[in-house]
Structure formats: C-alpha cells, structure tokens
C-alpha cells in the first residue's frame, strides 16, 4: 500500500519488531508468542518431514539388500547340465533327464544328441559340455587320451545293429546277404561313426561287400532315408527300429551278435557342474537308468 506525499510514517511499536525466524516469513504483525508458536510448528513439520524421509530411505535399503538376496540365491540355487550324447540315446535320454529334473530341484538337463564322432570332435575344439555318452569306446578314448575326461569311463548298455526298411520292404531284404545286391538303395552310417563302424564290420564277418548310396554322420539320419523312401533298407540299431514304431520294419539278421556296441559315460573335465554331472552318470549307471535303457530296447554293457 502506498502512503501519500502529506500521510505521516509511523513508527512500529516494539511488540511488533519479529525475531528472525530462519526459513519463514512472517506478513502479519501477531504478537511475537504467536510468531514463536508459528515458528515451533514449523520447526516440527521440518523434523517430522525429515524423520519420515530417513525412514523411507532405510526401508527402500533393506527392501534393495532383500531383492538382491533373493536373486543371488535363485541364480546359485539353478543349474543347467549339458549332456553330449551320441544319436541313438535320443528317446531313453531324453526320459532319463526328464527323471532327473524331477528329483534335482533347480536342474535343467540340456541335450546335444548326434554322432559319437562329431561329439567329440566339438569336446576336443572346447565346447562347453559336462557329460559325454558316446555309442562305442573308440570316441571315449579319443575324449581320455586329450585329459577331457574326468576319472574313468562307465559302460552303461549296448547295442547291436538291426536292418530297417520300408514298412512295404520294396526290395524284399530278408537277410544280410541282401544288402550286397547292385539294385538295392542300401544307407549306413559314415565309417568313422559307430554304427558305420560295427557294419563294417559285420559286413567282414558275413564275408559281404556293401555298396552304399549313401554314408551318413549319425544312426538318425541312416534312418531318416528309411522312414522318407529314399532308401530300400539302412543298417541301424536295434534301438532305432524300436523307437520307429510302425514308420519302418525291422529285419534280424545273426551276425549281428558277433559284433556289439558297448556304450561308455563319463564326466568332462572341464565341467563347472562337476558334482550333478557324477550324480547324472550314477543315474544312467544305476537301477533307474538301466531299467529306462532295457524299456527303449538297450541291452547290458
């Protein structure tokens, strides 16, 4: 408000001369016990301002310090096991792990199935992997001979080899022997893999020489060619044939016997699992695996 030119200035008596009050304006002129009460409340709303501040801050820590805690512990408490296994332990494996994730709480079972060979060729360029099942001894030993085995080797089944054909046998393949004929499409597996290995083999016991169209990398894919038409009969396991259901037929053949596939575990030395991966082997290696193993068709080691 403005005063006029001929308006006198007055004097502010001393009851109206305020303390200063830090952090607060006073406008009106109270009595200076009312400035005071003004001021005290103000004071309490900063301390309780403060206080209710600080708690928020220790309750935001613990909260952050439990969140932490609680991730730290799900992450310790899940593993991830990887199993490298040769093709031909695809269905029973894959039922095996199933078993031991229900009785392994925070496990997860992680499965690379091909040819024994291809396997450990990946082993040997460092690939990660805990566990190693491989279809005959020969690629095991490739795996002990670099120290990237981990103690010693368990032979936990064996297999032999059966002849798989369409389910209409166009060739009408009755024998091994049959195999040998020039006009039939016949599929193995490549010499340096198991199965490709053992019917070299039998071919040498039955005193035949086969003339294949195609070699191929892994059982699975000898069997694919089958199961497609592509081929008139393929030599696989008899786990294969079994596992196939009604999309092939098997033949037997007796020479077959003579020549068995034994199928070795072990743990890997590079493992960061090393712990689940021998309780994983003791699973394939005990009462449970091998009944699992005797169901898809697998014999005794």
């Not at 952050?64 to 593993?79: K, Q, W, Y």
């Not at 031909?88 to 078993?99: C, N």
């Not at 009755?174 to 340096?192: G, W």
């Not at 086969?210 to 008139?232: C, F, H, N």
Request: hydrophobic share 40%; net charge negative.
């Amino acid at each position: 408000m403005r005063l006029r030119p001929d308006e006198p200035v007055q004097a502010v008596p001393p009851w109206a001369r305020l303390p200063s009050v830090p952090h607060m304006r006073v406008y009106s002129r109270s009595p200076v016990g009312t400035v005071r009460n003004h001021a005290i409340g103000h004071r309490s709303v900063i301390r309780r301002t403060v206080s209710a501040a600080a708690a928020v801050m220790v309750l935001g820590s613990l909260s952050a310090c439990g969140s932490g805690d609680n991730s730290s512990s799900s992450s310790a408490d899940s593993t991830t096991l990887t199993v490298y296994a040769a093709s031909s332990l695809t269905s029973a494996f894959t039922q095996i792990g199933k078993d031991f994730e229900s009785s392994h709480s925070g496990v997860t079972v992680k499965f690379s199935f091909a040819g024994s060979s291809d396997l450990v060729a990946q082993i040997q360029q460092g690939a990660p992997a805990d566990v190693f099942a491989s279809a005959d001894t020969a690629n095991m030993d490739k795996a002990a001979s670099d120290n990237l085995v981990e103690g010693t080797p368990v032979n936990f089944a064996s297999n032999t080899l059966e002849i798989a054909v369409p389910p209409d046998n166009p060739a009408a393949i009755s024998s091994f022997a049959d195999l040998a004929k020039p006009d039939v499409k016949l599929v193995i597996c490549a010499a340096e893999v198991p199965c490709g290995a053992a019917a070299q083999q039998v071919a040498k016991v039955a005193h035949e020489t086969l003339s294949p169209v195609s070699e191929e990398q892994s059982v699975t894919d000898v069997l694919g060619k089958v199961e497609s038409g592509e081929a008139d009969a393929g030599l696989v396991y008899v786990t294969d044939v079994l596992a196939a259901g009604d999309k092939v037929t098997g033949v037997t053949f007796p020479e077959s016997t003579q020549v068995v596939n034994t199928y070795p575990i072990a743990t890997l030395s590079g493992s960061q699992s090393q712990d689940i991966a021998k309780e994983f082997v003791d699973q394939v290696a005990g009462a449970d695996g091998q009944k699992v193993l005797s169901d898809f068709g697998f014999a005794k080691p």
